[in-house]
């Protein structure tokens, strides 16, 4: 088809350009989407930054957290798809080949072996046609996609939410084991520790705890809403782990989640505050080494330790469902909006170097 999308393509590291790309031709087995808001993910920033170039090599156009509506759709796509043009819809970021190991066991989301070639915000502008991610215009429906629809009452600033909806599903009921009468504590009041919080709720759990340092008094404050039976700002504390072990009468959690970055000692603290056979669920990217990890916590407490990323559909239907439902002020959530032209700064904020009370952080797909 004719015509023309601006994208803010990532050239290299800490380096972003609105570019114009040709619209792609389609066939019968895939699709195009006109995008009406995308997420930005913690994963942008070392992407932006060139942490993650081994997995995601510049040039390419950044941004998976993905909600757009069908434009163009082959009719082999439409029927194994089940949607029509117009159709709102939301993305995975995973374009697996569906045959390796992993994909056959339901781990598609790793697919072979995280080496998939094709995936949405993370795929080199080389691959053809090039428009592999969600700081565009429009974005391609390869035949690999996995989309699903969104219902048309689901306001757009909250919209992106349903990743890390889908992520606290996953690690916290399945991974972590969380359910009715579950102890849980959750370490960070991020978008993924407060979607941590809203799961352990829908769980079942009976006493939810949520830590945090004195700048997260607001993400504190809206963990309580959510659901936590009990935040700690950890820098008012002399110490998290007696405190904890105060909150539960010496038991403990049976479920850590820890969700934080750039805290390798989060593992250590997180074996402490587990219970004996208590499971630790590790989502949070340290970016650094565990120094003084005591390693014989985790045989002489028999803990269970995953470390998680991503989410299935099973989760993202789960997600997409609590979204749709209204039960939870997720527009609380959704503190920044940038506009395509600014798509630097979106992911400048969510790295902590843009504007700060940053929750979770959108891009619109026009230009201021």
């Known amino acids: 088809m004719a ?27 895939s699709g195009l989407a006109k995008i009406e808001i995308t997420g930005v993910c913690g994963a942008d920033w070392p992407i932006y ?41 939301v993305m995975e970021e995973y374009a697996p080949c569906g045959h390796c190991s992993y994909c056959l066991s339901g781990r598609y989301y ?25 700081y565009s215009e429009y974005v391609y429906l390869d035949p690999q996609a996995i989309i699903h629809k969104l219902a048309e009452d689901v306001p757009t600033n909250i919209a992106p939410f349903f990743v890390p909806l889908a992520n606290g599903i996953r690690w916290t009921h399945l991974e972590g084991g969380v359910g009715i009468g579950s102890t849980v504590v959750i370490q960070g009041p991020g978008g993924q520790g407060l979607a941590c919080t809203i799961a352990a709720k829908e769980a079942g759990a009976a006493q939810i705890i949520v830590t945090g340092r004195a700048r997260d008094a607001e993400r504190l404050a809206l963990a309580r809403e959510f659901g936590a039976h009990h935040t700690i700002d950890v820098d008012a504390v002399d110490d998290v782990i007696a405190h904890v072990s105060e909150l539960t009468g010496g038991r403990m959690a049976d479920t850590v989640i820890n969700v934080t970055a750039y805290f390798p000692g989060a ?13 630790i669920v590790v989502a949070g990217e340290a970016h650094g080494l565990a120094a003084n ?13 995953r470390g998680v990323r991503g989410r299935t559909s099973r ?11 209204g039960r939870y002020p997720l527009h609380k959530l959704a503190t920044h909006t940038f506009t395509l032209d600014a798509t630097e700064e979106a992911i400048q904020t969510v790295g902590g170097h843009g504007d700060p009370g940053a929750i979770h952080v959108s891009v619109l797909p026009h230009i201021a």
Not at 62 to 76: F, L
Not at 293 to 305: A, I, M, R, S, Y
Not at 315 to 325: F, P
């Open 267 to 279: 593992l250590q603290q997180a074996a402490h505050l587990a219970t004996m056979g208590g499971t």
């Open 49 to 89: 930054t060139g942490d993650l170039a081994k997995f995601a090599p510049p040039p390419l156009i950044p941004g998976h957290e993905i909600v757009a509506r069908i434009e163009r759709i082959g009719k082999r796509a439409a029927a194994r798809w089940g949607v029509n043009e117009g159709d709102r819809i």
């Open 315 to 325: 989760e993202i239907k789960k997600g997409i469902a609590l979204l749709e439902s």
């Open 110 to 134: 790793i697919c072979s072996g995280m080496k998939m070639e094709k995936m949405y915000g993370f795929t080199s502008l080389d691959t053809a046609p090039g428009l592999w991610g969600g």
């Open 3 to 29: 015509g023309k999308t601006v994208a803010a393509l990532l050239l290299a590291p800490r380096k972003i350009e609105l570019r114009e790309f040709a619209l792609p031709e389609i066939d019968e087995n």
């Open 293 to 305: 990890f005591e390693p014989d916590l985790l045989f002489l407490k028999e803990l269970t330790v």
